[in-house]
């Protein structure tokens, strides 16, 4: 549970994974959607509290991934890692976005056109600076960055997991409360 002044937690599933949150037909999960094998779960949790806000989403399987789909997860752990070794004081959002677009581009994955893959958080919960081929912010010390690389998956699904980051002299320090993705999680128990 998120203890906030303002939260939302959201879902996805299936067919509604094509999608945005905004045009996930209510969350695409719950309201009697029982998940089926092999369908990926994305769940999403934005809280404020005092007037500053964070974010944190997982993608996971129903059951255990594919083949297709854990190369579709390696993709992203690949991004996350490109977006965290170019993350540091001096550099610009730009040089990031574009380690991470390199990257997509070796593993010949598909990446939302147009779309940031990442950005700042802070009393917004989305807000600038962009992690996005047009933004040459430089990056300081103090920032909060949520990196959120989007990719298509073997279905067309958008497939996103997200971390808040904090920048520091050293580079990024990841604040997400719960575990790491560094491997698909696996939802077994509610087939």
């Known amino acids: ?15 509604n994974t094509t999608k945005f949150w905004p045009r996930a ?3 695409g999960i719950g309201h009697e959607k029982k998940l089926a094998a092999g369908e990926y779960v994305r769940i999403e949790a934005r809280y404020s509290i005092d007037g500053y806000w964070g974010t944190g989403s997982r993608l996971m399987t129903q059951g255990y991934p594919t083949a297709e789909q854990r190369e579709a997860y390696n993709t992203l752990v690949a991004l996350r890692e490109a977006a965290l070794a170019a993350i540091k004081p001096g550099a ?3 040089s990031v976005y574009k380690e991470m677009k390199a990257e997509a581009k070796r593993r010949s994955a598909k990446l939302v056109d147009g779309l940031a893959l990442g950005h700042g958080i802070g009393v917004a919960d989305v807000e600038a600076p962009y992690l996005s081929a047009k933004d040459d912010t430089v990056i300081c010390p103090g920032m909060a960055i949520v990196i959120r690389p989007v990719i298509e998956g073997p279905k067309e699904e958008l497939l996103w997991s ?4 904090i920048v520091e002299e050293d580079g ?19 087939l």
């Not at 549970?1 to 067919?15: L, M, N």
């Not at 990024?172 to 509610?190: F, H, L, S």
């Open 1 to 15: 549970d998120v203890v906030a002044g303002h939260s939302v937690s959201q879902g996805a599933s299936g067919v």
């Open 25 to 27: 037909p209510y969350y």
């Open 92 to 94: 610009k959002c730009s």
């Open 162 to 165: 997200s971390d808040t980051v």
């Open 172 to 190: 990024p320090r990841v604040v997400g409360w719960y575990k790491d993705w560094r491997a698909p999680y696996v939802a077994n128990y509610t």
